[in-house]
């Protein structure tokens, strides 16, 4: 089926690994330094992980691929268990613990913000 999937610059991937965690499904894993989406039905092509990677090396792309399979996603997720990311919100420093984080892009660099800071980032 045509669908929209994460698609991988290897050329810009400096394999610093930032997209793996946000990747709730499991799609993406490092190899040999770079980062690959091992299975592209772990993918649902939500883009999650793109506003973290600092290279601009995760763009979206629509083409053939496998359907997304929500159940095999959960299954990895059963595996890998609960993972709490070693992140903090950028402006007021909060944990995932503290407040939901959520990856952004502004002005060229690649933040998290927690949802509590995110209205003021918006509307200045
Ligand atoms: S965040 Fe970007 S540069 Fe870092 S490993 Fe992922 S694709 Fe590569």
Redesign the pocket.
Known sequence: MKRTIVK?DEE?????????TPCAEGA?V?VDG??KVIKEELCDGAGF?LA????G??TIEEREAKPFDHALAEKEQEKRGRQIINETCSICSATENDAPLIPIRTKGDSKWVCVRCLPALIHG
Do not use: W
Request: hydrophobic share 45%.
């Open positions: 991988i810009l991937c400096n394999g610093c690994g930032k997209c793996v993406i490092m770079k980062a992980c973290v990677c600092p290279t090396a995760l």
